[in-house]
């Protein structure tokens, strides 16, 4: 197992972490401060840094077996040795961009209030699906509910439930595509108090308020079950 220091901190933008093994598609720590692609969130890019100063880029980064995280450096790089300490260095404009773009859309999702299909978060822009009548999307007027939401400055929360307690609760979880994960007896929760409160593993601001304003981009019929709702930060 992986232990996942951006779980407890999202900000961290270095650590040290030892190499279990390397395998042909990534290289396995005991801990890492990359997230791996899921929930619609892209996997980080950085570097790994060798004692001798010598850089081994990671060009993303995906989950392994038995809740491992895999770093995947690009193709014909020099492999760590196993048992090598290593110091982590994640591309933070970029994840800061995923983090911002990625609390927008939980800030969105309470303004178009609908089941979520589908949804997408890039460095660049971001992406909901929803089960909803395209008439009822107006693009100027999500925007603006959006950002006068996270004009409030709310500080985020993270919670963790029993996977009972969210049984009982199925209204917490939005999206109809992707179940929060389960079998380690409890969930994580992203709460932003007065807001919004639903299961998720990603990665996160502290205040909303760090977001800044968000434009639509696009809004868009995917099928009779998926309209698009395409942001970007201003």
Same mark, same amino acid.
């Given at each position: 197992?992986?232990?996942?220091?951006?779980?407890?901190?999202?900000?961290?933008?270095?650590?040290?972490?030892?190499?279990?093994?390397?395998?042909?598609?990534?290289?396995?720590?005991?801990?890492?401060?990359?997230?791996?692609?899921?929930?619609?969130?892209?996997?980080?890019t950085g570097a790994l840094v060798r004692a001798n100063g010598e850089r081994i880029a990671i060009a993303d980064t995906r989950k392994g077996e038995m809740d491992t995280v895999l770093h995947v450096p690009p193709?014909?790089?020099?492999?760590?040795?196993?048992? @090598?300490? #290593?110091?982590?260095?994640? =591309?933070?404009?970029?994840?800061? *961009?995923?983090?911002?773009?990625?609390? +927008?859309?939980? &800030?969105?999702?309470?303004?178009?209030?609908?089941?979520?299909?589908?949804?997408?978060?890039?460095?660049?822009?971001?992406?909901?699906?929803?089960?909803?009548?395209?008439?009822?999307?107006?693009?100027?007027?999500?925007?603006?509910?959006?950002?006068?939401?996270?004009?409030?400055?709310?500080?985020?929360?993270?919670?963790?439930?029993?996977? @009972?307690? #969210?049984?009982?609760?199925? =209204?917490?979880?939005?999206?109809? *595509?992707?179940?929060?994960?389960?079998? +380690?007896?409890? &969930?994580?929760?992203?709460?932003?108090?007065?807001?919004?409160?639903?299961?998720?593993?990603?990665?996160?601001?502290?205040?909303?308020?760090?977001?800044?304003?968000?434009?639509?981009?696009?809004?868009?019929?995917?099928?009779?079950?998926?309209?698009?709702?395409?942001?970007?930060?201003?």
């Amino acid at each position: 197992m992986t232990e996942l220091l951006f779980r407890e901190d999202a900000y961290l933008r270095t650590a040290s972490a030892r190499v279990l093994a390397v395998h042909p598609h990534g290289i396995e720590l005991d801990r890492t401060i990359f997230y791996p692609m899921g929930g619609g969130q892209v996997g980080d890019t950085g570097a790994l840094v060798r004692a001798n100063g010598e850089r081994i880029a990671i060009a993303d980064t995906r989950k392994g077996e038995m809740d491992t995280v895999l770093h995947v450096p690009p193709p014909g790089a020099t492999q760590p040795d196993i048992g @090598e300490t #290593l110091t982590l260095e994640i =591309d933070w404009a970029r994840r800061y *961009s995923l983090m911002r773009l990625h609390t +927008a859309l939980h &800030v969105m999702s309470c303004v178009v209030v609908a089941p979520v299909t589908g949804g997408n978060i890039s460095p660049d822009k971001a992406r909901l699906d929803f089960d909803i009548d395209m008439s009822l999307l107006d693009a100027a007027k999500i925007a603006h509910e959006t950002n006068a939401l996270i004009a409030r400055g709310v500080e985020t929360e993270t919670v963790w439930i029993t996977e @009972e307690e #969210l049984d009982a609760r199925p =209204d917490l979880v939005k999206t109809m *595509s992707v179940q929060p994960p389960r079998g +380690a007896g409890r &969930v994580r929760l992203l709460s932003i108090p007065g807001i919004d409160l639903q299961p998720c593993g990603g990665t996160h601001v502290k205040n909303i308020g760090e977001i800044g304003a968000i434009r639509v981009i696009k809004i868009r019929s995917e099928g009779k079950r998926n309209k698009r709702v395409e942001i970007a930060l201003e």
